[in-house]
């Protein structure tokens, strides 16, 4: 039998052993297996991070972008020569299928790649003259040390929404990753590593609530970007902006997706069942809520109904599995509770996927994609959070009612609409309160060069992550106002 590996926190270019008195299980959520032990780091690794972070920022801000953008570079190079390992990887540890966790990667690369762009996005401006003999220029300048929070649902692509940038604008940095999925950004770190960056620039440190708590309260951090479910967020928020910080948290999500009569039933049953239903639900832009308008109703009952019941559930890293499990055994009690608590609220289970026989794998926390129809939109289910394969349907007579329905959510990370009709299109993209937005598109998930949006209570700050909001999160302006005396020539 292998014994168990501790995983070691990476500290000014260095592989520490850490000094956490807790360690929590790394867990396939397919097998159950016990893949590492992570450590609860104290705040001290926190500060060790922090200060070999700050000391590393003297020199990286004077770093060139251009030549700080080479270590992006090589980075791209080895997260391409790595991977289908790091693929494979995040489905051991995470449970999504091969096929979306190469998409995740490939994700991350994107994000990469944009931020190679720096020497450009970084830019400032000027004008002459702003009055006779004066200029005035605004420039960018990173902040100090930056950290990310992530969450269990994307461990190889959510900090690369921050990390490029931070590093590439100049700033230094520290990712805590989540605990249930450690083993990717192990890996990545590794790679990080070999590219021979200067130490101290990024570091990991693992650990939950004391590590992040330490996060929040140094002084010396001067940015927090945090992905994770909404009452975190909210906590996070507030605690590090109360301390000064520049803060952005993306919280969690309840997307709704609606489906007019004219929309093409057969693409958007395909659309609606892999965003419902692909990363078994577990996507913050995961739709959540079908709301049929008419006739659709009759028509994409029938179809998902269909679909789901296909749907091929099993260990991701299985050839023709659709579906992977959900994170914890926890997590698949709490989402079979809720899908009971639908039908108790009056909902019908037209498919109900609650503890499934999947040969070889009796371990593991599956739940088959699960349809709750005629649900009561006032109710529980239609507005928690589920984050399961778990699909409620909701019928209205009208567009008005529908993106009515859509705007009386808590959240606002996603609303997509299903239509041949560009009016009904327009409409929909001017009205829906929802920061990114679905026309015939399931997962709206922006690229890399396009800010991830979220509104309400899926996002608390005023920079997103991603593209041009980054490098305005992650430097400072300053503006220089200038006048040098004409008689210089004078004096030479
Ligand atoms: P989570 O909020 O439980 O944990 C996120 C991070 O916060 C982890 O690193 C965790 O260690 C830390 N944390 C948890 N509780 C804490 C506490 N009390 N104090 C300090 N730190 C704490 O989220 P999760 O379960 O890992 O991820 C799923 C959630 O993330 C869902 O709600 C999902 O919608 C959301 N999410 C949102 C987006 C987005 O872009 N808006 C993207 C991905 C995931």
Known sequence: MNAISSLPNYINGQWLTSNATEYLDVINPATAEILARVPLSPASEVNQATQ????????????????RVQYLFKLKNLLEEHFEDLARTITQECGKTLAESKGEMRRAIENVEIACGIPMMMQGSNLEDIAKGIDEMMIRQPLGVAAVICPFNFPGMIPFWFLPYAIATGNTYIVKPSEKVPLTMQKIFQLIEKTDIPQGVVNLVNGTKAAVDAILDHPQIRAISFVGSTPVAKYIYSRGAANGKRMQCQGGAKNPIIVLPDADIEMTTKIAADSAFGCAGQRCLAAS???????????????????????????????????????????KTRIEELIQQGAEEGARLLVDGRNPEITGYQQGNFIRPTILQNVNP?????????????????????IDQAIA??????YGNMACLFTNSGAAARKFRY?????????????AAPMAFFPFSGWKDSFFGDLHGQGNHAVEFFTQTKVVVERWPSNWSRQF
């Open 52 to 67: 070999a972070a700050a000391e590393a920022f003297v020199s990286w801000r004077r770093t060139p972008a251009t030549e």
């Open 289 to 331: 809520i079908a709301v049929t308008v008419g006739e659709a109703k009759q028509t994409f009952t029938e179809a998902i109904a269909e679909t789901a019941t296909k749907r091929v559930v099993g260990n991701g890293l299985d050839q023709g599995v659709e579906m992977g499990p959900v994170i914890t055994t926890q997590s």
């Open 378 to 398: 006032a109710g529980e289910i239609a507005r928690t959070e589920i984050f399961g394969p778990v699909l409620s349907l909701i019928h209205v007579d009208s």
């Open 405 to 410: 329905l859509v705007n009386s959510g808590q």
């Open 431 to 443: 009205e829906a309160e929802a920061g990114n937005i679905g026309i015939n598109i399931g997962v």
